[in-house]
């Protein structure tokens, strides 16, 4: 294995990032690009045209990717053996999604059989929500579900049900995850406690927010139905099945799954009961054909082929390399709206690490992870993406088909799609000044006023971009999509060389906040906390006063 640190490129990718290519000239000297730099898989096509790389930068990055033992890891983690080792575990999310005949193994144990179990027990859950034989206490059928949970437990759920909308749902989802007790009032003010249902979704069932917030719902649904209702208007998701009957849920309504699903990968597991009640078993069995049908492409397709491993080393060269600031995703699809911070806590929380496997300080990992969905975002932050003095590599999402198929929107998904194209042009060709020159000239402006606009209004151009196109947005597509871009998530931390399957991170927050919370409560706060918090801490005591 070559010694290679993110400062310190290896020597052929080096000299290739000396003269990396440039999109204003590529694009039309080399018009095959077009057809060459694309993949596809699982009915997804990554196109790399308006990326800075051409064959030999990608072969170079495959080449160094392998150097970097990536076939070892990828057959460790799909061998499901404990590769969160800080936490010893395994990180087996492909598990959840496999389907029974492939006799997936963690830790040396064939758990199909428990995933299947699992499965089924939510899936006769969530059809009788559905079809309503699944009655309230006073036997009424269930209108609304509410999933109180936070970041995996929150984002994955509330990220599908926005997005497959268009399936029959014969009731309504809610997400709540703020411990900002407005969110949850927000939603409980228009439901009624008799037609609702309650989904406690954590792995560890201690997480303060979520806590906090099931017990409010508790004692809003108790304020009108007696306490044997809780056992009918509860369900948890976790892994705590003690601390979830000790809340006072049935054991029969805890949907349990196990360590070895990280929270921010574990949309696949039970933590998507809300989502399945809300668009039916058959729509969630989908998603998890999709994400298999990646899990499998990822595992078996040559690295030069390989469309997660390609948006991994795209996204590396673009931060190595090409030395950019931050990765922007834009879905040009209204149904991805909550698909970014998905997204932002599946890379962030796993690449966003300062220390390498062996404990040495990272140079560098990944970038900040932002974006919108388009067109929106055009009319907020892409002028900086155009004119900014930096460039930001950008991951345009589009699906052929149209979300609506009501004729009537035709012309909507024609402008959509032209948009997503005409942005990602605007990206790598620019405008330069001459064109600038020329256009103002024609419109009558004199030699000094021309001089005084051009450099508003030129367009440096050469910024990269990725466009992923689906061929419609379903429960397939999407989980394919997924998948696409948690094993990108895995091949970043092999090439950053950090450990993407733990967060100690927001451990130290999580314990300052309780500190404060308790010398809040019970006084003491000048002896346990530092200046600057005990002043706030004081001040923000009176305004409760
Ligand atoms: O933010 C830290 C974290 O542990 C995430 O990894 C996790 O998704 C979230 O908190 C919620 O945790 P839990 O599901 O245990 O409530």
Redesign the pocket.
Known sequence: MSAVTPANLPESLALLARDPPDLRRALVDDPGRAERLQVSAAGLTLDLATQRVDDSTLAALTAHLQDCDFVEARLRLFAGERVNVTEDRAAAHMALRAPPDAHFSVDGRDVSGDVAAVLAAMSGFAEQVRSGAWRGHGGDVITDVVNI?????DLGPRMLVAALAGQVMPLRAHFVANVDAIELRDVLANLDPARTLFVI????F??VE?MTNARLARGWLRRSLPEEAVGQHFVAVSTNLEAASAFGIPREQCFGFWDWV???YSVWSAVGLSAMIALGSTCFRELLDGAWAMDQHFRDAPLAENLPVLMAVVAWWNREALGLPTQVVVPYLQRLIHFVPWLQ?LEM?SNGKGVRRGGEAATRSTPPLWGDVGTNGQHAFFQMLHQGPQAQPVDFIAAAAAGSDDPADGDSHRLLLANVLAQRSALAHGKDARTVDAELTEQGLDAAQRAKLIPHRVFSGNRPSSLLVLPRLDAFHLGALMAAYEHRTFVLSVLWDVLPFD?WG?ELGKSIAKTIDRAWVEGGEDTCLDAATAHWVHRFRQTQA
Request: net charge positive; no cysteine; charged share 15%.
């Open positions: 949970g936070i970041g995996g437990s979704t954590s792995k560890t201690t997480t979520t990280g929270g921010r806590q929380e967060q927001v």
